[in-house]
């Protein structure tokens, strides 16, 4: 018998990582939280190494863990699917799909992708997670992620969708009080700034816009308010706290109503990179590969249309 023969193991395994916590796994799985020890202990002796650091407070993967996770969950899957294929309403899409996003772009724009997609298959269920550090969660047993960004990450496989247009954009309150109208980008520089932090999001210092000739112009700026979101720093552009690069996805409706104002609107921000991304596998769930392709329609339509 190998490691990998039993699943109702490796589904004790999945179930412990994803609840953090033996106990919560144990309530899940319906068995005794000794019980459900036992079962980790047997894979580890199967395994000859340690899956699991476990202390009073947390608990994290170790190496051999993060790969064994990722073998259980494709058996997992690949079981799953198997026993679909046997019933007769095979064209009914079913299941859990575990999905994280960056913050904002989660929050917002891919909630609501998440909600069209189980409106158009309502046996799915879908957990939608967000952090701005996005790689661990696939580590953490998220099956697929939708993320602004850059990724560096070679191990996972990356789908690109259409780049996210930003634009510069302050208040009237902030322009009114400035006084100067503003000819070139390098007059931008001792403005107050905000500031988005995150190496995938770009320097939080400086600032690379393009004029409609893409011709290349690099401002140094001083942050007067770093955050990790663009909602939040479309509120203090809101009240004219400083410049913002952001979306035109966030920003439309401000545009129009006036809220907000592009500053030399002949100049663009760098354009910020999106992507599908989940594990290398040797084979998707049916849920989960039906959802990349929604997923790549859905967001292909709305960042060209920019809304």
């Not at 036992?38 to 994290?60: I, K, S």
């Not at 909600?115 to 939608?128: D, G, K, Y």
């Not at 009114?176 to 190496?199: R, Y």
């Not at 004219?240 to 006036?258: C, F, H, M, N, Q």
Request: with cysteine.
């Amino acid at each position: 018998m190998t490691v990998f023969d039993d699943l109702s193991l490796l589904r004790a395994f999945v179930c412990i990582v994803e609840s953090g916590n033996i106990s919560v796994a144990a309530r899940k799985l319906q068995v005794t939280q000794p019980t459900l020890s036992r079962y980790l202990q047997t894979l580890e002796d199967r395994c000859g190494a340690v899956l699991l650091f476990r202390d009073t407070h947390r608990m994290r993967l170790s190496s051999t863990g993060n790969q064994f996770l990722r073998e259980a969950q494709s058996l997992l899957s690949a079981a799953e699917e198997a026993e679909l294929r046997l019933q007769d309403d095979q064209a009914t899409l079913r299941g859990h799909i575990r999905l994280f996003s960056t913050i904002d772009f989660g929050q917002s724009v891919v909630s609501r992708l998440a909600a069209s997609f189980i409106q158009a298959n309502p046996a799915v269920t879908i957990n939608l997670a967000y952090s701005n550090r996005p790689m661990h969660m696939l580590e953490e047993g998220c099956e697929i992620g939708i993320i602004a960004g850059t990724v560096t990450d070679d191990t996972i496989i990356a789908h690109p969708l259409p780049a996210i247009k930003r634009y510069l954009v302050a208040s009237p309150v902030l322009l009114k009080k400035h006084k100067a109208t503003v000819s070139k980008p390098i007059e931008l520089q001792s403005w107050p700034w905000l500031a988005l932090s995150g190496f995938q999001f770009g320097e939080e210092k400086e600032v690379i816009i393009y004029s409609a000739e893409q011709k290349k112009q690099r401002l140094e700026i001083t942050p007067v308010l770093t955050s990790e979101g663009v909602t939040s720093q479309r509120e203090a552009a809101r009240m004219g706290l400083g410049i913002a690069v952001l979306p035109e996805w966030l920003i439309a409706e401000d545009i129009v109503s006036e809220r907000l104002i592009r500053i030399l609107p002949e100049w663009h921000a760098q354009d910020l990179p999106a992507h599908i991304v989940y594990p290398v596998q040797r084979r998707l769930p049916l849920r989960v590969s039906n959802f990349i392709d929604f997923a790549s329609t859905y967001m292909t339509k709305l960042l060209k249309s920019g809304k």
